[in-house]
């Protein structure tokens, strides 16, 4: 069983930068796809960011390219989502996921089989 545990989160004036990170135990990712999601109130999870394990590809959300980044850590079997030029729209609760899947990319909540508990990130002046 997968475990996923995020941090990283916190308040942040607008224009800020942040980054957040999920540490991954039970399973040492090999080629498995991993993302990030946010969530506001009780809306549907927003996709951010996707990469599967072994590859340099990423995929982004148009609201996000350009000032997030995914990168991991093999060695620490640890991702991250560095984000900067950060607006209050992107107030919400951060979410690592993981699938069990090799297939890439993968866009939809429904595709990821194991969830962290998510980090509450706060763009405010």
């Known amino acids: 069983q997968v475990q996923l545990v995020e941090s990283g989160g916190g308040l942040v004036p607008p224009g800020g930068s942040l980054r957040l990170s999920c540490a991954a135990s039970g399973r040492t990712f090999s080629r498995e796809v991993v993302g990030w999601f946010r969530q506001v109130g009780g809306r549907q999870r927003e996709f951010l960011a996707s990469?599967?394990?072994?590859?340099?590809?990423?995929v982004y959300a148009d609201s996000v390219r350009g000032r997030f980044t995914l990168s991991r850590d093999p060695a620490k079997n640890t991702m991250y989502l560095q984000m900067s030029s950060l607006k209050p729209e992107d107030t919400a609760v951060y979410y690592c996921?993981?699938?069990?899947?090799?297939?890439?990319?993968?866009?939809?909540?429904?595709?990821?089989?194991?969830w962290g508990r998510g980090t509450q990130v706060t763009v405010s002046s």
């Open positions: 996921a993981a699938s069990d899947s090799y297939l890439f990319p993968r866009r939809r909540e429904d595709q990821y089989d194991y």
């Open positions: 990469i599967r394990w072994d590859s340099s590809n990423r």
